[in-house]
């Protein structure tokens, strides 16, 4: 049986898991789709924020006690225009793919979001169907220009 709690703050963290246990399971189980540990400490500090502007919140899923997947959702505190959500990780442990992990912890996800969700992800990342079959869609092409001035 899949459980997974939600983490909203530094203090959420137990004897289950540590923050550092976490971004090191996205940091492995994120493969090729994955961020330098720098990049993805930054977006849980971000959903952990007590800060106003900032905030979200983590989930942890374990399978049997053991963790078998996480995803990170950061506020954009925006809505309307922008989605007031943003999916920036989810990651399911190599072993354990394939058994619907990942949609039970996104369902939660969704439950657990205040407002619609986005997420930004690479054409060829296989997950692509399963986030379409959940009911993303693909409304705009994402561009982004890198200021190196």
Known sequence: MLT???LRSITDFNEKI???QFIDFLFVHLDRFGDPKKAITKSVDYALS?????GGFLL???LDDKLAGVLVMNSTGMGGY??????VYVA???QQ???GIGKQIIEKSFEVAEGDVKLHMEYDNPAK???ERMGFTSKYAEMRYTNNG
């Open 60 to 62: 942890a899923a374990y």
């Open 4 to 6: 997974i709690n939600v």
């Open 50 to 54: 007590d800060n106003e502007a900032k």
């Open 129 to 131: 169907r399963l986030y």
């Open 82 to 87: 922008i989605p007031e959500n943003i999916l």
């Open 18 to 20: 540590s923050k550092e």
């Open 97 to 99: 793919r394939g058994h």
């Open 92 to 94: 399911v442990d190599a």
